[in-house]
């Protein structure tokens, strides 16, 4: 586990960060700026900001002080120097790629990324003649070997959706320099509360804000950053012109949900280790994945580099999609549906969320059976929850 003291400063940058500039009239809180350009009376000062000579704002698309407020907030949780925000997290991924590759370039990564990145490393990338390869999420022999024989950028996610498979960041991220390559690093299930790539040397940090960071459900947004300022410029300059821009209310219930991202991770990280335990003991369930088992494959490296284990988990129910089929509709504290991180208990079967976009035998080779369930730890009371848990695996038949 890394220091204690960390956590508590996390606490208090979740509450005060970002807001302070902010804010207008003696408010307390940042206002929801709706307006969609910004007028200037002096021509001289309007060139300046439109220059970037001073500051100041000049069209929606471009910057918007909630906006803002929202990137600072992210930006100092990670620790980073400069962050950029977009409309979605896919919005995010995709600009940032986007910015980077151009025809030629070669890309490796794991083949258990989110499933919408997949796509793009399957479908969109290959078509513009970028080189893409994935390895064996894990397999950290293999993926250096990979990223050894030239690329440019290397693509990870830790932990990984739906199975939270585990890649050490620090050691993936030294070969990659060593080849020149650039490291992005996608932190959605982590969140900066539990570990904060940056540290272990990576260029860019990727969220998808519409999880854990907004946390109620409510809203959809992007954002990355880093420590190195002109590539989150040119990223910020690609979306400025390519117009995934962060909605302005939407910006505000991420800022308004981020203020309680501490607490709800360290309620969401107890809860999840408990519903592990519970259910890695259970007769109607064949697996369980969480890297807070000792009996997961890379829990020494997720004790390393994250603070705590996070509030994701899976299971596999016996009796495949059957069994999904009994167990699921019969939960009460969970919403059966596609996100995660909300406060509310969120669940559903990997191949109707994250790997819709895969065939069965995509998912088969991705090692997620048709029966896994997704399981997005809400903060409800965990005795309630596992009470739930007891009583719909009960419709789960046994074996023979
Ligand atoms: C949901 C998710 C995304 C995509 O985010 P959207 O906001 O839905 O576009 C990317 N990466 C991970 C790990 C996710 O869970």
């Not at 990324?113 to 997949?118: D, K, R, S, V």
């Not at 880093?226 to 910006?251: F, Q």
Request: aromatic share 8%.
């Amino acid at each position: 586990m890394r220091r204690n003291e960390k956590r508590t400063q996390m606490g208090t940058r979740s509450v005060w960060s970002g807001e302070k500039e902010y804010l207008v009239h003696g408010a307390t809180q940042v206002p929801v700026v709706h307006s969609v350009s910004f007028g200037y009376n002096d021509i001289d000062e309007w060139f300046e900001v439109a220059t970037g000579k001073r500051e100041g704002h000049i069209y929606g698309r471009n910057t918007n002080p909630t906006v803002q407020a929202f990137e600072d907030k992210v930006k100092d949780l990670e620790g980073a120097k400069a962050a950029t925000s977009f409309s979605t997290g896919m919005a995010a991924i995709s600009n940032s790629l986007a910015t980077i590759l151009v025809p030629g370039d070669r890309i490796v990564s794991i083949k258990d990324t989110y499933g919408g990145t997949n796509k793009i490393f399957s479908e969109f990338l290959p078509r513009q003649n970028i080189d893409v390869t994935l390895c064996e999420t894990g397999n950290h022999e293999a993926l250096e070997a990979e990223v050894k024989k030239g690329c440019d950028i290397l693509y990870l996610e830790t932990p990984t959706n739906p199975t939270v498979k585990i890649t050490d960041l620090k050691r993936m991220v030294k070969v990659a320099h060593e080849a020149g390559a650039l490291v992005f690093v996608d932190n959605t299930f982590a969140t900066p509360i539990l570990q904060n790539p940056l540290e272990y040397g990576a260029d860019l940090v990727i969220h998808s804000a519409t999880k854990f960071l907004g946390g109620h459900a409510d809203a959809l947004g992007g954002v990355v950053c880093s420590n190195d300022e002109e590539l989150v410029e040119k990223i910020y300059h690609y979306r400025e012109i390519n117009g995934a821009s962060l909605d302005p209310m939407a910006a505000y219930l991420l800022l308004r949900g981020m203020k309680t991202l501490q607490l709800r991770i360290k309620q969401q990280c107890e809860t999840a280790g408990k519903i592990a335990r519970f259910l890695q003991n259970h007769d109607k369930v064949d697996a369980v994945y969480y890297p807070g088992l000792e009996t997961h494959p890379n829990h020494k490296i997720a004790k390393e580099q994250m603070s705590d284990f996070g509030g994701m988990l899976s299971f596999a129910v016996k009796g495949e999609l059957d069994g999904v089929r009994e167990f699921l509709p019969r939960l009460k504290y969970a919403n059966k549906a596609a996100n995660l991180g909300a406060v509310e208990t969120t669940v559903g079967p990997a191949r109707t969320t994250s790997h819709i976009e895969n065939t069965p035998e995509e998912r088969a080779a991705l090692g997620i059976p048709e029966g896994l369930v997704r399981y997005s730890a809400g903060i409800e009371d965990v005795d309630d929850l596992i009470a739930d848990l007891e009583q719909a695996l009960s419709y789960v038949k046994s074996d023979e």
